[in-house]
């Protein structure tokens, strides 16, 4: 690893239309991303297509030479608090799936969204249904296994970790086992009302977070600007400083202890162009991070 040690890398969310190994390498090339995040099936569906054994080692041939950092998506529909049990059971075998495509490519960790109990009445009974249908796929993975990793949303309706606070509940749920950790999206965070945007507001916020689940355990920063307002409770992310959280929460972000250790992704609007740009603004900002 080239990477030099308390700095994290920076990359995006690629695409992988025209197969994996190609499109998201060549993207991961032309951003200069250190690291990447894929969907490793229809962000949009439940189907679970079988690997191709051949296709995996290519990738994970040259996300090796290019020295990256691989992290899977999940698929958006996953609710493992949902209270309707076929939604629930895909759900679980999703993110069973997920972590096993994410071995399958070399990643490093599966992102699952950190969902809802939809209907108030629901909330006791999703947190037990979580431990119930987790912990065994969570019991089964190894060391050496990537990490499931909670990214809480934007707080909107009977959403299971409305502020950063919650996730204790969803450590406990899981039993706090050593492979979960969690994916913080700025987006999301400051939409659910942690004001990350005012001075001094971002680094609260990650000392907050380290004092919920510990620094070991943050392992991946969507970093994201958001369209809307702090507590707006709308998940619209923006490019970095066109947004309402705006560039220098970016700067307390990067120099902050908590992310030494956790990627900064983006999944702002844009491709190529835009995507190399806000890497190349990351990296100068990380230049200053003592
Ligand atoms: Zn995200």
Not at 114 to 136: C, F, L, R
Not at 228 to 255: P, S, Y
Request: net charge negative; aromatic share 6%; proline share 6%.
């Amino acid at each position: 690893m080239s990477m030099p040690a308390n700095r994290p890398r920076i990359g995006a969310h690629t695409p992988t239309s025209g197969g994996m190994a190609k499109r998201s390498i060549d993207y991961a090339i032309a951003t200069e991303a250190e690291a990447i995040q894929v969907f490793a099936s229809n962000p949009r569906g439940w189907a679970m297509p079988e690997a191709n054994p051949e296709a995996d080692k290519a990738f994970r041939e040259k996300a090796t030479a290019h020295d990256l950092a691989v992290y899977v998506h999940a698929p958006f529909l996953i609710n493992l608090g949902s209270p309707t049990v076929s939604t629930y059971e895909n759900s679980v075998a999703s993110t069973a799936y997920s972590l096993k495509r994410a071995r399958e490519i070399g990643a490093l960790g599966t992102v699952i969204h950190t969902g809802s109990a939809v209907d108030e009445s629901h909330v006791e009974t999703a947190w037990k249904q979580i431990n119930k249908g987790m912990m065994p796929v969570l019991k089964k993975l190894k060391e050496d296994d990537p990490w499931l990793l909670l990214e809480p949303t934007a707080g909107q309706g009977q959403s299971l970790v409305k502020k950063l606070d919650d996730l204790t509940k969803y450590f406990d749920a899981l039993e706090w086992h050593p492979k979960v950790g969690v994916c913080l999206d700025t987006c999301h965070v400051f939409a659910a009302g942690h004001d990350i945007a005012k001075k001094g507001g971002m680094t609260q916020t990650l000392d907050l977070l380290v004092s919920i689940v510990g620094i070991e355990r943050i392992k991946l920063i969507h970093t994201n600007d958001s369209m809307d307002v702090c507590g707006a409770l709308k998940d619209r992310h923006q490019n970095l400083g066109e947004g309402e959280i705006g560039l220098k929460a970016f700067e307390e972000l990067i120099a902050h202890p908590a992310v030494a250790n956790a990627p900064l992704i983006l999944e702002t609007p844009g491709q190529e162009p835009e995507h190399g740009a806000e890497i190349a603004l990351l990296k100068k900002m990380r230049s200053k991070r003592k």
